[in-house]
C-alpha cells in the first residue's frame, strides 16, 4: 500500500523543518509498517485558508491546506499556537483528507514530535476527526483494551499502522 501525504509550510523558510519532519515520520511509519509506503512532499502552501474550529470548549480559527492531488493528504505547519481551556499547547488538528500541526509546539516535543505528526496524519487517511475506540472494529483494526485511539504517542501510532495494511484495503476503501 502506498499514501502520499503533502506536508505544507505557511512561509519558504518553514520547508527545511518540514523536510526534518517528514524524514521522522516516514522512519517512524517505516519501523512500525514496512508494508506501507509512505512519500511525503514538502512545499510551501499554495492555497492556505481559515477554518474555524471547536476545542475543549472554545473556538479558534487556524490555517489549512486541501490537498493538490485526490488521493492525498495535506496536514498545514503553521507558525500560530494554539491552547486548550488549561492554556496547554494543542500540537494539531485534523480529519478528512486535511489538518494541521503547530511548528511552536512540535519543537518544544524535539524528537518526539514525530508521533504528534503520525498521529494527525492518521486522522487525514482515516476520514475522522476522532476514532472511536467502541467501534475500532469498523475501522479495519481491533480493539485492544490498553490502547485509547485518541490520545497521542507511540501506542497509537503502532497499534493503527500495524492494523492498517493487514488485509490490504485502505481505510478509504472500507
Known amino acids: 500500500m502506498s499514501l502520499i ?6 512561509v519558504e523558510s518553514d520547508i527545511p523543518f518540514a523536510t526534518r519532519e517528514a524524514e521522522k515520520m516516514k522512519a517512524e511509519v517505516f519501523r512500525i509498517s514496512p508494508n506501507l509506503v509512505l512519500n511525503v512532499v514538502t512545499r510551501k502552501a499554495a492555497n492556505p485558508f481559515l477554518k474555524k474550529i471547536t476545542w475543549d470548549g472554545g473556538d479558534t480559527t487556524v490555517l489549512n491546506e486541501s490537498p493538490l492531488s485526490q488521493g492525498n493528504q495535506s496536514l498545514l505547519i503553521t507558525s500560530q499556537k494554539v491552547h486548550d481551556r488549561n492554556g496547554g499547547p494543542i500540537a494539531g488538528l485534523a480529519g478528512p483528507d486535511l489538518g494541521w500541526l503547530s511548528k511552536p509546539a512540535l519543537e518544544d516535543q524535539g524528537c518526539d514530535s514525530v508521533h504528534s505528526v503520525v498521529h494527525e496524519w492518521l486522522h487525514t487517511i482515516f476520514q475522522l476527526t476522532r476514532i472511536d475506540p467502541d467501534r475500532a472494529g469498523c475501522y479495519g483494526f ?3 483494551g ?3 485511539v485518541n490520545a497521542l504517542g507511540q501506542e497509537f501510532n503502532q497499534f493503527v499502522l500495524s492494523h492498517l495494511c493487514s488485509d490490504g484495503v485502505t481505510p ?3
Open 5 to 10: 501525504l503533502e506536508l505544507c509550510v505557511e
Open 146 to 148: 490498553q490502547v485509547w
Open 142 to 144: 481491533s480493539k485492544r
Open 172 to 174: 478509504k476503501e472500507r
